[in-house]
């Protein structure tokens, strides 16, 4: 079926600009592969479905669009943390400024040398979980990643990593445009931490994909920055085995518009899945979670916690999806978006579905939106507490759930404390 005569105007204009990056035959192949889905699906727009609330005219045109940067810049966050650092400029991978790729129990290489190889453990998922998450769902900025990304990391967990490793991206072009594809395998057995940071660049797709064999876990946290002007599209691809657990959270505070797609299958009997997350927005600030679960096997788990502050003309968008297929008896699938409005401007626009094959589950979903509670605010005020405290206290307060997602403590310390800073200075 052909394009609409916009649509594929739109898609031509920005490959034009783009070039396949040169690689072995694994690369190869999955970038011709991907481009061949571009082409067929076409880049989105807002008569999309999945596209309705959010333009997406920035994260598609053949130019980025201007951000100018946040100066001095952003504060660090987890720098207090024993981690293996990777630092990406505007999406240039840094190596005077990051770690020796090295550590116990993994192995990390980027991809920009590791896609030069014919053979490589990555060709069995780097392109692969994406692929698989275009149904029934097209994600064709996912599928543009997937065929143009030049660099990002390939981390290979063999057992237990103690140490996290930490990507951080920095800004520092005011019209740069980064597209990085990271790749996680956790092998049987094997545990790691992933954290990421930063603001990354004036536009920026992202897209990783993480496979979990039985018994493996993965933890993510991550903070998106405060350069107001940015324009992000990030997507993670996850597949879980048997006992397999996934967790991701993660924080925005700023950014003209963020989406944020999560894709998860549950393929193994007694996997858990949770993605959490909270933004804090001002102004022209429009943010965009959209997720879909698919469990296909027994007695599996799967949580989505999204919670938004919003205020000052600011927009927040939930997209949510519970699939359970035929045969995933036993589901636990929950899911809940709520965002608080602190001025009549705002406005949270939420779709939440679930689409259930099996008789013998447990899946439920909510989605709330609403002012702030007068009646606490009026019970701290009368304790002496002034009204501006008092607002970022329950506002933190309504965060708390999301927050809980993240089950190390010291991690979601420093989510709280960069919250509480946040706060402080829109007071």
């Known amino acids: 079926m052909a394009l609409p005569q916009a649509k594929q105007t739109a898609t031509e204009a920005r490959l ?42 920035g994260l598609t045109a053949a130019e980025a669009p201007h951000a100018a940067l946040f100066e001095p810049g952003e504060t660090p966050i987890f720098d207090e943390m024993d981690r293996i650092k990777l630092v990406f400029v505007d999406g240039v991978f840094d190596a005077a400024a990051s770690d020796d790729l090295s550590g116990e129990h993994v192995e990390i290489e980027r991809l920009a040398e590791a896609q030069s190889a014919d053979i490589h453990w990555a060709k069995d998922v780097y392109g692969v979980l994406e692929t698989r998450g275009q149904d029934p769902v097209e994600r064709p ?97 996850t597949r879980l085995g048997t006992e397999s657990v996934f967790k991701s959270f993660t924080m925005t505070a700023n950014g003209v518009l963020t989406r944020n797609e999560v894709v998860i299958e549950l393929t193994g009997d007694d996997g858990v899945a949770h993605v959490a997350g909270c933004c804090v927005g ?68 939420a779709k939440p579905e679930l689409e259930i094959y099996a008789d013998d589950v447990a899946c439920s979903h909510g989605s709330t939106s609403g002012a702030i509670d007068e009646e606490g605010l009026f019970y701290l005020r009368s304790r002496g507490i002034p009204e501006g405290p008092a607002t970022d206290l329950m506002t933190l307060a309504f965060l708390a759930e999301a927050i809980e997602e993240i089950e190390d403590q010291a991690l979601a310390g420093a989510i709280i404390e960069r919250l509480e800073n946040w706060l402080a200075r829109r007071r």
């Not at 916690?305 to 045969?327: D, M, P």
């Open 282 to 349: 001002d102004g022209d600030f429009h943010h965009d979670d959209t997720v879909f679960v698919t469990h296909d096997a027994l007695n599996c788990e799967s949580r989505q916690v999204f919670k938004k502050v919003l205020r000052n003309g600011a927009t927040g968008v939930f997209q949510g999806k519970i699939l359970v297929k035929e045969g995933a008896q036993k589901t636990d699938g929950y899911q809940i978006s709520q965002s608080l409005l602190l001025d009549e401007d705002s406005q949270f626009l």
């Open 16 to 57: 034009a600009g783009l070039t396949l990056p040169e690689g072995g035959a694994w690369a190869s192949e999955a970038r011709k592969s991907a481009l061949a889905r571009v082409e067929a699906m076409g880049l989105p727009g807002r008569r999309d479905e999945y596209w309705k609330y959010t333009n997406p005219t």
């Open 141 to 237: 900025l996912a599928a543009l990643n997937t065929a143009f990304a030049s660099d990002g990391i390939l981390i290979r967990a063999t057992g237990v990593v103690a140490k996290p490793i930490s990507l951080i991206y920095l800004h520092r072009d005011e019209t740069s445009d980064a597209i990085l594809h990271h790749v996680v395998k956790v092998e049987s057995g094997a545990s790691v931490t992933v954290l990421e940071n930063g603001p990354a660049a004036a536009r920026f797709n992202k897209c990783m994909e993480v496979e979990i064999a039985d018994g493996g876990v993965f933890h993510h946290v991550r903070t998106q920055g405060r350069d107001h002007e940015r324009q992000a599209a990030t997507h993670i691809f």
